[in-house]
């Protein structure tokens, strides 16, 4: 079965319907987010897709080696457009699935518990070359 | 039908079983494997599950254990001394005699944490030859793939290869270790909070007696204190829930008496270190009904005793806090305004004090901050949540 990555992002995606920064929501309506979120990992883990699933701080910096070989950094990322926000991944059967379930965790609740329309970003694995493939 | 066998009773056998065989002169590597493979066979023997003809398992089990353990390595180093085509096994018989001491049991202790292995290294080692863990559960605990797990514990034994094996370590090393330990808190199916805890209570009776070494007894009392929380540390969904809002009745008052009675006991020795303070003021937390009736005058003399034995900013951090509850939110952002503004946490505890002195606009403004500066996930879900509270009242 194809793996696929199924990555949120805190900024860089196209604009959202219900655009709202989490902190301006109900307290109950952060719950109720944090709630699907929950319940999509353990559906996921339920129907056997589940592979992975990660949470990343905002925080961090690029890191590169300078001319004395030493690493030298940059950031924090406050000025990079795209930063993720966290993945899950799964194992489905095939392209289909995968869009389906973006779908689903597109449509987690937001401010007012209406959906956040969230854009997510689907990308399949490189797979091991099949036994069958040459 | 035999009485049932709990393997994890075998674990706390595990580093005297490796003290005798490195006594005997087994190096410790091999010795740890050894017993390791002598746990598996006890489990297969005695252990396991719907097996019909399995044995009852021996009154010394720990004599059982040393007996295969022995036997064990000395298959290993026959198969060994065989392909060097030399004849050594013979030599490599016990001598009768003493069948380990606790300063042996003490010594894999202080192997396991020794100076020369990074923190992770030591962690890791410790829980397999101190608490007798299988590779896969130190894996599963640490959320990393077991070949890696087991290729950092095998780098761990070959750092400590040379070292002897009868000059004492440092007892200071060790509870750095367990506290690490302690830490890491739970995921899989091992308790690792139970397990520091189980550890300590091993190491402080190692090291004296009647709590003799003071700072090992605070280490176990500190745990204690703070294990006592945890049934009401978090919501069913997972979310933090603070200590101020924590359902106290909730709390494990039997472990909560242990702790207190085992920080008695060391705070009377007058030898105080870092874990006996940190544990006096956990002590007076569990000792309160409600976070209001806290003793906060106490607390912040036992952080500024804290402060002034470590000069940790983080301890500062807290003294703020604790002095924004004695003295008033006022008090508390100007003891908060001397601590580095980097140190974790620095912005929730602004964003608290500052709603307790009426600024709720700053307030939410901080926790939304602070939000993205947490160190993991409930905690950030928690600080977002302060923060759309604050909004919401402010619409």
Not at chain 1, 57 to 84: C, H, M, N, Y
Request: aromatic share 6%.
């Amino acid at each position: 079965m194809p793996k696929y990555l199924i990555l949120k992002h805190y900024r860089g995606t196209p604009a959202t319907v219900n655009d709202v920064p989490m902190d301006q929501w109900a307290p109950e309506e952060v719950d109720a987010h944090m709630q699907f979120m929950t319940d999509f990992g353990t559906r996921l883990e339920e129907s056997g897709e589940y592979v992975d699933a990660q949470a990343l701080s905002p925080e961090g910096a690029w890191v590169r080696a300078d001319d004395q070989r030493q690493p030298a950094t940059d950031g924090p990322f406050a000025e990079t457009k795209d930063l993720i926000a966290g993945w899950y991944v799964v194992d489905v059967d095939g392209w289909d699935r995968a869009v389906e379930l973006a779908g689903e965790l597109s449509l987690a609740p937001g401010k007012d518990g209406k959906p956040i329309h969230e854009w997510l970003e689907v990308r399949p694995f490189y797979g091991a070359p099949s036994a069958t493939g040459d | 039908m035999a009485h049932p066998f709990d393997g994890a009773s075998l674990r706390p056998l595990v580093p005297a079983v490796i003290g005798v065989l490195v006594r005997r002169g087994a190096d410790f590597a091999t010795a740890e494997d050894a017993v390791q493979e002598a746990l598996v066979e006890a489990w297969r023997t005695f252990g396991a599950p719907g097996s019909v003809d399995r044995a009852e398992p021996p009154r010394d089990l720990k004599g059982w254990l040393v007996t295969v353990a022995w036997r064990r390595f000395l298959d290993v180093v026959r198969s060994e001394t065989a392909r060097q085509r030399r004849e050594l096994a013979v030599e490599l018989e016990p001598e009768p005699g003493p069948t380990g001491t606790a300063d042996d049991t003490l010594q894999v202790f202080f192997l396991c944490a020794h100076p020369a292995l990074t923190p992770t290294s030591a962690v890791a080692l410790t829980l397999r030859a101190v608490a007798g863990l299988t590779t896969r559960q130190v894996a599963e605990a640490y959320l990393v793939p077991e070949a890696t797990m087991a290729q950092r514990i095998s780098r761990a034994k070959r750092t400590v290869a040379g070292e002897p094996f009868d000059t004492l370590g440092d007892l200071a090393t060790v509870r750095r270790v367990l506290y690490l330990v302690f830490n890491e808190g739970y995921s899989g199916d091992v308790d690792l909070a139970a397990e520091a805890i189980r550890l300590t209570r091993q190491l402080a009776a190692l090291a004296g007696p009647d709590g003799q070494d003071p700072e090992t007894a605070g280490l176990l009392a500190l745990m204690l204190l703070h294990h006592a929380r945890r049934p009401a540390r978090r919501r069913d969904d997972g979310t933090l829930v603070p200590l101020a809002d924590q359902d106290r009745s909730q709390w494990d008052t039997a472990l909560i008496e242990e702790g207190v009675a085992v920080l008695q006991a060391a705070l009377a020795r007058q030898r105080r270190g870092e874990y006996q303070l940190q544990a006096a003021v956990a002590a007076l937390h569990a000792d309160a009904p409600s976070a209001a009736e806290t003793d906060w005058v106490q607390v912040v003399q036992w952080y500024d005793e804290l402060l002034a034995l470590t000069g940790s900013p983080v301890v500062r951090l807290n003294r703020a806090v604790a002095v924004g509850e004695a003295d008033g939110p006022r008090a508390g952002l100007a003891a908060l305004a001397e601590v580095d503004p980097d140190v974790p946490r620095h912005r929730a505890a602004a964003a608290y004090l500052h709603e307790r002195a009426g600024d709720r606009d700053t307030a939410a403004r901080l926790y939304a901050e602070a939000a993205e500066l947490a160190i993991n996930l409930p905690e950030r879900t928690h600080l977002t949540r302060e923060a759309a509270r604050l909004n919401r009242a402010a619409r």
